[in-house]
């Protein structure tokens, strides 16, 4: 079935460093991809997505390209701030759709030191 | 603001008693949502798709006679657990979707329900 993987967390960067959180898929087909952000005690932001192939989603300095060629879809930022300390969903949305369904990834927590 | 809204944001609630979560499509309508838990530290785990005036669908190893989902209406959602126990407790999120399959879903999510059971 479709499932989503992530890089184990945490990870823990101090400010300015470069941040790269790696999310690999599987599929059938052509998913919509999607990064969420979850800050302590609260619910989910869409970060961003990609709905096909190339693709690049970008908001709030965070980047990332839907690769088919290796399923992937990997969060970047070139310098991380203290407030992007929380955790990070890569998520997909099956190719038929279903109305909105997401498959998560395990998350990965990420803390930004002064 | 929120599109999705989910009430309450928190509670706590005897073990053996039911506890009643709404979510809420503030902007558009949904034939569709979705519920998930999340345990502390964890991912979200899909519980089941709630389908507006038809029975919801649940994931595998999902309770249906424990976790009731009624769609009654195409902007409210709800979860009841019945019979709660501790283990019960978690984040429990709603997501509904706008839009179509073929003009591009955007998928709201909203503030999730704290549920605490003593």
């Known amino acids: 079935g479709d499932s989503v993987t992530q890089m184990e967390g945490p990870v823990t960067l101090s400010e300015e460093a470069f941040l790269t959180i790696n999310c690999t898929y599987t599929?059938?087909?052509?998913?919509?991809l999607f990064w969420y952000v979850q800050y302590p005690g609260e619910g989910l932001q869409l970060l961003l997505k990609?709905?096909?192939?190339?693709d690049k989603g970008s908001n709030k300095g965070f980047e990332a390209t839907y690769r088919k060629e290796t399923t992937s879809f990997h969060l970047e930022k070139g310098s991380v701030q203290v407030s992007d300390s929380a955790v990070y969903f890569c998520?997909?949305?099956?190719?038929?759709?279903?109305?909105?369904?997401?498959?998560f990834g395990q998350g990965t927590e990420l803390s930004v030191k002064p | 603001g929120a599109v999705v809204s989910q009430h309450p944001s928190r509670v706590i609630c005897k073990s053996g008693t039911s506890v009643k979560i709404e979510c809420r499509s503030l902007?558009?309508?949904?034939?569709?949502m979705f519920w998930y838990r999340q345990f502390p530290k964890k991912s979200l785990m899909l519980m089941a798709t709630?389908?507006?005036?038809?029975?919801?669908?649940?994931e595998q190893g999902v309770e249906k006679d424990k976790f009731l989902i009624n769609h009654a209406s195409l902007t409210l959602s709800t979860l009841t657990v019945t019979s709660a126990h501790p283990e019960d407790s978690s984040f429990y999120i709603c997501?509904?979707?706008?839009?179509?399959?073929?003009?591009?879903?955007?998928?709201?999510f909203g503030e999730g329900s704290w549920l605490t059971v003593v």
């Open positions: 997501s509904a979707s706008s839009g179509s399959q073929y003009s591009g879903n955007t998928i709201y």
């Open positions: 599929a059938t087909g052509y998913p919509s």
């Open positions: 990609a709905t096909k192939a190339d």
């Open positions: 998520a997909l949305n099956p190719p038929r759709n279903q109305g909105g369904k997401l498959i």
């Open positions: 902007d558009f309508q949904a034939t569709t």
């Open positions: 709630s389908n507006e005036g038809s029975k919801a669908t649940y």
